[in-house]
């Protein structure tokens, strides 16, 4: 009779090899095109100049408003265009299930953490790639908490997150009304986008490039 000992740690490897198996067939494209997209998206993070701390630490003290005016807008018209891609067949999104305990508490913790880190997991790697130690540590401690939460998932943190209310989205709502429900929803937001007032939290470097009668503390 054969005895086989299961460790934590191959079940580590084996949540491991799972997750790059379902990442090699989802589909993304070729490695050329992911590696494009990568590198407009991290462009157009460093014009918008959302990666540096005083943006998003100043949107939590309500200083700043370019992140929310960016988020807002992204997210009013890529919702129509994404949602028209999927309905012709040239795109696809997998609906992950509502589980309010986690959505919760995760919630929290995670608007909490990019208050007092003043990065979020888009603008961190582009902070990191500009030599930002810092963020560095920080994205560490973020690598150690999801192993933490892989190693400890079904022990601690799925009892937390509680039962699944199934895949919920807004156009399932409103049958017979889903593409009239999107436009509407993205016209709405991106309206916001334009309304919300525009306010800047300046740091050292970026007062330094204005001119005096420019800078907030001549005026």
């Known amino acids: 009779m054969q005895i086989i000992v299961k460790t934590a740690g191959d079940?580590?490897?084996?949540r491991m090899a799972q997750m790059f198996e379902t990442v090699i067939h989802e589909g993304h494209g070729s490695l050329v095109l992911v590696f494009l997209i990568g590198v407009i998206f991290g462009g157009i993070i460093q014009y918008t100049r959302v990666d540096k701390f005083?943006?998003?630490?100043?949107?939590?003290?309500?200083?700043?408003?370019?992140?929310p005016k960016m988020l807002f807008l992204a997210i009013g018209l890529s919702s129509i265009g994404l949602y028209f891609m999927i309905e012709a067949g040239y795109a696809h999104y997998h609906v992950?299930?509502?589980m309010w305990g986690g959505l919760i508490i995760g919630g929290i913790l995670f608007g909490t953490s990019m208050a007092i880190f003043g990065k979020c997991p888009g603008t961190g790697p582009v902070s990191i790639a500009e030599g930002r130690i810092d963020v560095l540590v920080g994205a560490i401690g973020?690598?150690?908490g999801g192993l933490v939460f892989t190693l400890y998932y079904d022990d601690i943190f799925k009892p937390i997150m509680g039962e699944s209310a199934g895949k919920i989205t807004l156009p399932?709502?409103?049958?017979?009304h889903e593409h009239m429900v999107v436009l509407i929803f993205g016209i709405v937001v991106t309206i916001v986008a334009i309304l919300i007032p525009k306010k800047e939290l300046f740091d050292e470097a970026d007062l330094s490039k204005l001119p005096e009668d420019?800078?907030?503390?001549r005026q």
């Open 142 to 144: 973020g690598l150690l």
């Open 214 to 217: 420019q800078r907030p503390d």
């Open 11 to 14: 079940d580590f490897a084996s």
């Open 96 to 98: 992950k299930p509502i």
């Open 172 to 176: 399932s709502l409103f049958p017979g």
């Open 54 to 67: 005083e943006k998003i630490a100043g949107f939590a003290m309500l200083k700043d408003t370019i992140v």
